[in-house]
């Protein structure tokens, strides 16, 4: 078109412009929907795809070269031949199959039968005891009931021989059919594998793909078209019962992590960088066989972090550093999401998102979240839940002792000292420091307040401190006025107090560790082991407590301190005596040994200045009450000084908040003075107040980290009242410690996840109550609950076995502790060229039994796991075998070291609880430790009734009167008696299928390749359930129990926690047996009595053995109500390997069988069963008790 | 101490009467060997200790007939030698053979006899049991596997030592009775007699380190020479009581 000349402007020119900007339009869309389209997750899912063809072609390669094929034919004639075998059969298996139908009904029957019989016996058996209590007749009713009793036995035997049945035609059928599962299976399972990796492949990889399939998967994948089918895509899971809060609402959580994340929930990825990596507990999380599958938990309930972002830095990652910070910044502009509420947790803290599920079963997961464990155990030991509200908390003891009668316990100047800087007297004390901290905000020549408002002098952090210690210490003794306490009735021995110190039990919660340096004698209540820091540490205690307290508080510590987790050890008054004798007196130089220069005192401060600075604590801390009132009283009753004292002494309890933890006299009701933490890890950042602390503004971790390490640096530089200062106290926390208490605090969240919250089932709710009770009342510390384990190479393999060291020398009479170095360094000194460990758990790989010994060359240890308890073991055999180690250090060389025992002058010994003095020193250590110090529970609920059990914690009798060390009488909180003997039972049970396999391997002296084959398991799965994995056990320990019915074998039952009822007591029992053998009572007597002498070692009665103390073995009469009736069948026939190391000998394991004078033809199978039945009918035979 | 004394060879027929000496197949075998002939003698240094007999009451040992109560744990000769003391002495790449019949440790009137015995490395052991009543032999060995049973009337039990060991024998029901059984990576061994002689078959010619243990006195080393036409030129050790108490070494 030519320029007609009326436009302003020139056509030509405009449609260059079109053109041009059309162009650059056109050029910018396609950019846009290609910038749109190219996202960068599918850059890492095209990256994926390459790891996972490479990964596939490995596999394909090691699978063909094995000569697959040949294998595949083999495992196709088997399945033929099975096939043939079942054909041949078939009238055989329909008729099994008929009889399976049958004795299933009938089975059905029984068992209601039983069940109605049961609670018919319960049911009568309850009016029967009402109707004897309401009129006072024991024995009414009884022959009615046996006859129920009697009726319900026969139906439970008749269920169990109807179960027996119904289990050998099972075993019946599965002889028939096994063949062809087994033989389908294995040939499924060669060729699957194959066939899955070339279906993958072809997938995956575009050269294993046809031309067709080729296109179609580059048009997959094509803008536009990629919404069909496409091979990159999104990968999301919608959390319905996972919620978090938005703007006040709550929403589903959708976690989209493993859109790049692809490897995290799959099995061999795991040496793959990020994002492509496995996670590295697939056993915990993430698979779908893990307790916290993907597509139930997704990402962000554990890990935070934003989970709908498809982008690196929305998805608001976070760096593990600063260094890492710098990186992501520059590569991929990183930086925080400020309108994010949930920032990503730092790897260090992510065990903080265990609290919100499991605050109800915080033990049982203390093995897989050790430190968010560590971190709840140490708010509980500290106390932190006594001034911070944690509404859950399972604990509302107070932490500190009660103060009420403080005087007749403590010096005024000791209390003084001790509030100035408990740490200064004793460096493990739990009590923390609330003054004079370094740094604080009444650091010493610090300003805090100028007097008389404003108008007076400069009051500076060290005499405002002080006068707040002599202020405290006042009101304290106001508060606590001495209510005198009788004195000791007897006169102490300082000699005997010190035997009976060391064998009673004291040294299980306490130590004697010394100031700073590393004790220079050997002996182990001077080293700190963990168990023994449960109580303070008694170094200096002497001059702490009065002597008549002391003896009070050992004969009852509940008086003085109701809440106390001390345990009563029923000492009588003159072993009370004894121990007050030895401490007060202190031949040992332990006890009077205070820290240098420390000295008891009270606050050195003139008088006039003293009441300056209180004078001016009670114008702030008294503002409220008006400053013309506060100034009538200090002119008026404040004049006196011990008045103004008691008056800022409260106010200060009160600031502080000691009333918390310690009970004072009229502040019992106050209210606690902490933020509370119940939800405190849902707080978001910008509530808190970093002052001018600089740290990372944007995470909360480094100030709870920054609040825990320096309480009062927030404070720093800033100009405060007095009153409004922060209180907080310096514990003296380690770094480790700090982080795992950060990390529980972190964790404690609104509650996001009712829905989903873990309810524990009620077997683990009781183990969890249990594990907490016996972590409380420091079982552990007597008692080895859990043998140690110890790791060693053996031709280029690692193994681990359950094992405890034995002493390399006669030199070394008590072996060495658990640690590699101690070990090394041992045997070193002893020139032992080999190690010897018993073995406590025989394990798969290693060819050895229960108390076989393990001989391992020291350079061949790898690692040693401790036993979980027992550390009060070696005290007691260190003293029986040693003596005490004593150290002087103004001699030198062996002469500073001197040894005593409880004999005096030339006598060496201990007393033994017949009053004699013995010389146990040249006793092999197994008879010592087995008979002198506190048993082991390694499978405690297979070896006690558990009715017994708990009704033996709550009322403590002698067992074992040989021991010195007392089995104390706690007070246990309600229910925890019952939790502890719970806890054993299913620690038992939960262990139950993997001892009874290996102690049916043991027993057929098989190898487990050959009991393998014979019990129709693979190796793997078998050494899987001898190890305890769950899974494997639930998939095939059904395949044992078979093999185990096939074979005959016996062995211990798993314990039913509920109620056992004694077979061998039972009427039904005794009269079958009755019918067939009619002195079998008689019998066993004759055999245990005559034959085996049980009595020369067992009390009877209550009567003492004629042997020594050191072979004393329990009161027979308590079996029947005591030990389950599978264990002692057990222990009868090889004690060794139930305890390996016992001083109770084998005594029916002879070839032929021993007794035969005593019961004529029996062998020792028949020995036992007559002394099992003579051991729970011991009362009809000797206590003239009713049923026989 | 020049030729072999009486003593020692009634204390030498003695031992062999109780406890089938292993030592047979290596008399004389060695060139250049000592047959018999006295190698030493093991005395207590310093004042005699007093060795009080072991009080056994009637109720422990019914059964047991007369118990020999003298301590066996102790025992010094009027000339000062220690009764019980094992030497051996380790010669380098000898072969250590076993006795191919197992070696009886008897139980008789409440006491194991021998108190002491000194077996090769891959002896069988037979615990036997001569009284009329039970006794457990229960044995502490360091090396070798525990055993811990129930040996009736006239039973007897047995055992393979495979391991160079010192065992302690022990019965729980009588406590007075224990004994020492000690399993040599050597066949040159000896235990002292009643006048604390001892006598080591079989000695090639050279230096010879000898290692010396009592229970109740510890441990001790000498050196003895056999000359080439193999005489062997007598050694004296000497042993003392240990302080009690202490059972570490530094």
């Not at chain 1, 396999?997 to 693979?1018: G, I, N, P, V």
Request: charged share 25%.
């Amino acid at each position: 078109m030519a320029d007609r000349g009326d436009t302003h402007y020139s056509v030509s020119t405009l449609n260059k412009w079109f053109l041009l900007s059309s162009v650059v339009i056109l050029f910018s869309v396609v950019w846009m929907m290609i910038d749109d389209w190219e996202r960068p997750w599918k850059h890492y899912q095209r990256d994926f795809r390459e790891i996972e063809i490479s990964k596939a072609r490995a596999k394909e390669a090691e699978l063909t070269a094995e000569g697959a094929a040949a294998r595949e034919a083999e495992l196709a004639t088997a399945v033929k031949a099975a096939e043939e075998k079942i054909a041949a059969n078939s009238a055989k298996l329909a008729e099994a199959n008929e009889r399976l139908r049958l004795a299933k009904g009938e089975l059905w029957k029984t068992i209601e039968d039983a069940k109605k019989k049961k609670s018919a016996y319960n049911w009568d058996r309850y009016i029967l005891e009402e109707k004897r209590l309401h009129e006072g007749n024991p024995t009414l009713g009884q022959e009615k009931l046996d006859v129920i009793e009697l009726e319900m036995n026969q139906a439970m035997s008749q269920q169990q021989e109807l179960e027996g049945k119904k289990l050998a035609i099972d075993i019946e059928i599965s002889d028939l059919t096994r063949d062809l599962d087994s033989a389908k299976k294995a040939l499924s399972v060669g060729s699957r594998d194959l066939e899955q990796i070339r279906k993958r492949l072809v997938q995956l990889d575009r050269t294993a793909m046809s031309a067709p399939e080729k296109l179609a998967d580059v048009i997959r994948d094509a803008p536009g078209l990629d919404f069909v089918k496409p091979n990159l895509k999104v990968n999301k899971v919608v959390l319905d019962r996972l919620t978090f809060e938005l703007n006040f609402t709550k929403k589903k959580r959708i976690d989209m992590c493993h859109t790049c994340h692809l490897g995290a929930d799959r099995a061999g990825f795991e040496g793959e960088a990020q994002p492509y990596t496995s996670h590295p507990r697939l056993d915990l999380y993430l698979s779908s066989k893990s307790p916290h599958p993907l597509n139930e938990f997704g990402c962000t309930i554990c890990h935070r972090g934003s989970g709908e972002a498809l982008d690196f830095v929305r998805a608001d990652h976070r760096p593990t550093d600063m260094g890492e910070q710098k990186q992501w910044s520059e590569e991929y502009h990183w930086h925080k999401q400020h309108h994010w509420d949930y920032p990503m947790l730092a790897s260090e803290f992510t065990e903080a998102s265990c609290v919100q599920c499991h605050k109800t079963s915080m033990e049982l997961i203390s093995e897989d979240a050790p430190t968010v464990s560590k971190g709840y155990q140490l708010v509980e030991r500290y106390g932190c839940y006594t001034c911070h509200k944690i509404d859950w908390f399972p604990t509302k003891r107070r932490t500190g002792p009660n103060l009420q009668n403080m005087q007749a316990k403590l010096t005024p100047e000791f209390v003084s000292s001790w509030i100035t800087d408990p740490k200064a007297f004793r460096p493990t004390t739990w009590m923390p420091q609330f003054f004079h901290i370094e740094g604080g905000n009444y650091a010493p020549g610090e300003v805090v307040a100028k007097s008389k408002y404003g108008q007076g002098r400069n009051i500076e952090g060290r005499e405002w401190d002080d006068a707040a210690i002599a202020a405290i210490t006042a009101y304290l003794v106001d508060r606590a006025p001495l209510k005198p306490l009788p004195p000791m009735p007897v006169e102490g021995d300082a000699h005997r107090g010190r035997e009976t110190m060391r064998l009673s039990g004291c040294f299980a919660c306490h130590n004697l560790a010394p100031y700073g340096e590393e004790p220079m004698a050997a002996d182990p209540v001077l080293a700190r082991s963990g168990e023994n820091e449960h109580g303070p540490n008694l170094r200096g205690v002497a001059t702490k407590v009065t002597k008549d307290w002391l003896f009070h508080w050992l004969k009852d510590p509940t008086q003085y301190w109701a809440d106390t987790r001390m345990p009563n050890l029923r000492l009588s008054d003159q072993e009370a005596a004894d121990i007050t004798a030895y401490i007060m007196e202190d031949p040992d130089g332990y006890f009077r040994d205070v820290p240098e220069n420390w000295k008891a005192k009270l606050v050195d401060m003139p008088e006039t200045q003293l009441r300056e600075v209180l004078s001016e604590q009670a114008r702030w801390f008294f503002a409220r009450d008006g400053r013309a009132q506060v100034e009538a009283r200090l002119e008026g009753e404040w004049q006196d000084l011990s008045k103004l004292k008691v008056a800022v002494g409260e106010k200060l309890v009160g600031n502080y908040g000691c009333f918390s933890c310690h009970e004072i006299a009229g502040t019992l009701d106050w209210m606690p003075i902490g933020v509370e933490l119940t939800n405190w890890g849902s707080k978001t950042v910008d509530k808190l107040d970093f002052g001018f602390v600089k740290l990372d503004p944007n995470y909360r971790e480094g100030w709870l980290l920054q609040k825990l390490h320096a309480p009062r640096s927030f404070d720093g530089q800033k100009i405060k009242n007095p009153s409004e200062k922060l209180r907080m106290p310096y514990f003296g926390f380690t770094a480790e410690q700090e982080q795992a208490i950060t990390t529980f605090i972190i964790g404690l969240v609104d509650d996001e996840v009712q829905l989903a919250k873990m309810e524990p089932t009620p077997d683990k709710a009781a183990m969890d109550k249990g594990m907490r009770a016996v972590r409380q009342n420091n079982c552990a510390a007597c008692h080895m609950i859990e043998p140690g384990t110890v790791t060693f190479m053996e031709n280029g393999v690692a193994h681990t076995v359950a094992a405890e060291i034995q002493s390399m020398s006669e030199d070394q009479k008590v072996p060495s502790a658990h640690d590699v170095a101690a070990i090394k360094a041992d045997a070193e000194k002893y020139e032992a060229d080999e190690l010897t460990f018993r073995v406590l758990r025989p394990e798969p790989g290693v060819q050895k039994g229960m108390g076989d010994k393990l001989f391992v060359a020291p350079d061949k240890l790898v690692a040693t796991r401790a036993p979980h308890g027992g550390d009060f073991v070696r005290v007691v055999t260190d003293y029986y075998m040693n003596g005490i180690e004593l150290f002087d250090a103004s001699k030198e060389g062996d002469d500073a070291y001197s040894y005593v025992s409880g004999g005096t002058g030339d006598e060496w010994g201990v007393f033994d609880v017949d009053g004699k003095l013995r010389d146990h020193s040249s006793e092999p250590y197994d008879k010592v430790r087995w008979t002198f110090a506190p048993p082991v529970l390694w499978d405690e609920g297979a070896k006690l009734q558990r009715d017994w059990f708990f009704s033996f914690l709550h009322d403590v009798v002698s067992l074992r009167p040989q021991i010195r060390v007392r089995m104390p009488s706690f007070q246990y909180d309600p229910g925890e008696a019952e939790a502890i003997a719970d806890y054993f039972a299913q620690k038992s049970n939960k262990e139950w299928p993997a001892n009874f396999t290996r102690a049916m391997r043991l027993a057929a002296k098989q190898d487990e390749a050959t009991f393998a084959k014979a019990a129709k398991l693979d190796t793997v799965a078998l050494g899987e359930i001898e190890s305890g994995v769950e899974m494997a056990t639930k998939a095939n320990f059904s395949k044992v129990l078979a093999h185990a019915q096939a074979k005959g074998f016996e062995t211990r039952a798993p314990v039913n926690p509920a109620y056992e009822a004694s077979v061998l007591r039972s009427k039904a029992y005794l009269d079958a047996r009755k019918s067939m053998l009619a002195n079998h009572l008689e019998l066993g007597e004759a055999v245990a009595v005559k034959g085996v002498n049980c009595f020369q070692c067992h009390f009877r009665l209550g009567t003492p053995p004629p042997a020594d103390p050191i072979a004393w073995a329990p009161d027979l009469e308590r079996v029947r109500e005591r030990l389950r009736e599978d264990w002692v069948r057990d222990w009868l026939i090889n004690p060794a390997v139930v305890y390996p190391g016992t001083a109770m000998p084998a005594n029916f394991a002879s070839t032929p069988p021993q007794y035969q004078d005593r019961y004529p033809n029996s062998s020792n199978d028949d020995q036992v069963r007559v002394v099992l039945e003579w051991l729970y009918n011991f009362d009809r035979m000797y206590m003239g008790s009713p049923g026989q | 101490m020049k030729n072999i004394t009486l003593a020692s060879i009634v204390a030498g027929a003695a031992l062999a009467a109780a406890f089938t000496l292993p030592s047979q197949p290596v008399l004389g075998t060695l060139k250049g060997s000592v047959v018999l002939a006295e190698t030493g003698k093991v005395v207590f240094d310093g004042e005699k200790p007093e060795v009080k007999p072991l009080s056994i009451d009637a109720a422990k040992s019914e059964g047991c007939g007369t118990v020999d109560t003298q301590d066996q744990s102790l025992i010094i000769g009027a000339n000062g030698g220690i009764a019980n003391v094992v030497v051996t002495v380790e010669i380098a790449g000898a072969t250590v053979k076993a006795p191919e019949k197992p070696v009886v440790l008897d139980q008789k009137t409440c006491r194991f006899e021998p108190h002491v015995a000194i077996v090769p490395v891959g002896t069988t052991i037979e615990y036997k049991n001569s009284d009329s009543i039970s006794h457990n032999v229960h044995s502490y060995p360091s090396k070798n596997e525990g055993l811990n049973k129930m040996v009736g009337a006239g039973a007897s039990e047995t055992q393979k030592l495979d391991k160079e060991d010192r065992i302690e024998i022990k019965c729980d029901i009588h406590p007075w009775m224990n004994s020492w059984l000690i399993v040599a990576n050597t066949n040159h061994y000896a235990v002292s007699g009643a006048d604390g002689t001892f006598t080591i078959a079989g000695l090639p010619a050279g230096e010879h380190k000898a290692k010396f243990w009592h229970e109740k006195l510890g441990k001790a080393e000498a050196t003895i020479v056999v000359d080439a036409e193999g005489k062997v030129a007598p050694v004296e050790v000497k042993m003392s009581a240990e302080k009690k108490g202490g059972g570490r070494k530094r």
